[in-house]
């Protein structure tokens, strides 16, 4: 189950990338390594589906998680992206009895699980690892927060550029003076996190693509003028 040619399997040190487990000794955090189980998802798996009994939580290793959140007629209420070494659902610790999102992997991915209980036990013994989570809430509200400010912008075309803005500052990477996006992203996935169509994403891309801003291979995106959009 744990033989893996991409990722390397060490276990403890796996683990150790992890912000809430970084604070941990290595003595108290192999007490607890026989709960965590190692799994491989193809592109397109679900993970888990909104509603489902919230008994898993996962951290990621390696590749992209996508959630939707959606309205009981069926509209798309939610978008957002893991990305590698992110523990994920973090909302909801001590709290929620489902998740409130489905997740999809958006690339091949490889990731640990353990029962959520298990992991609750941990945080109740640790003030430390506590802190890490309440302090990681705490970003993401913040992001998410911003997020919400950008696209409540009235003009599409602003929203769009805004939303290209927050996905490069949550998963770009920086190399020299760009920054690529190495998280698969489509029209429609810009479209549904900025609130406006596929036909307004794609022309503002191709627009973008024109003047040499950014451009994009098998739906990864470059920006190669990062200021560009945080003049906007």
């Known amino acids: 189950m744990l033989n893996s040619p991409v990722i390397n399997m060490d276990v403890l040190s796996d683990l150790q990338q992890f912000d809430v487990f970084s604070c941990l000794s290595a ?3 192999k007490k607890y390594m026989p709960y965590f189980y190692f799994r491989s998802y193809k592109k397109n798996q679900c993970l888990f589906m909104q509603g489902d009994p919230r008994d898993k939580l996962f951290f990621l ?3 992209y998680v996508m959630f939707e959140r959606a309205s009981e007629e069926g509209s798309m209420l939610y ?5 590698k ?7 909801g610790i001590f709290h929620d009895n489902v998740y409130h999102d489905t997740a999809i992997a958006v690339t091949d991915v490889h990731l640990y699980f353990v029962q959520t209980h298990i992991l609750e036990e941990i945080l109740k013994t640790n003030p430390k690892q506590l802190l890490s989570i309440i302090t990681k809430l705490s970003e993401i509200l913040d992001l998410h927060q911003k997020r919400v400010q950008r696209i409540l912008i009235p003009h599409a075309q602003e929203r769009v550029m805004h939303t290209i803005q927050f996905l490069m500052e949550d998963l770009g990477v920086k190399d020299d003076n760009e920054v690529d996006i190495p998280c698969p992203l489509t029209a429609a996935h810009i479209s549904k996190l900025s609130g406006t169509t596929r036909e307004t994403v794609s022309l503002l891309i191709n627009q973008l693509k024109r003047e040499k801003i950014i451009s994009v291979k098998s739906k990864k995106m470059r920006i190669h003028q990062p200021d560009y959009f945080k003049e906007i």
Not at 79 to 83: A, H, P, V
């Open 79 to 83: 978008l957002d992206f893991i990305k």
């Open 27 to 29: 003595k108290t955090l």
């Open 85 to 91: 070494n992110q523990m994920f659902p973090t909302g």
């Open 61 to 63: 290793l390696d590749g």
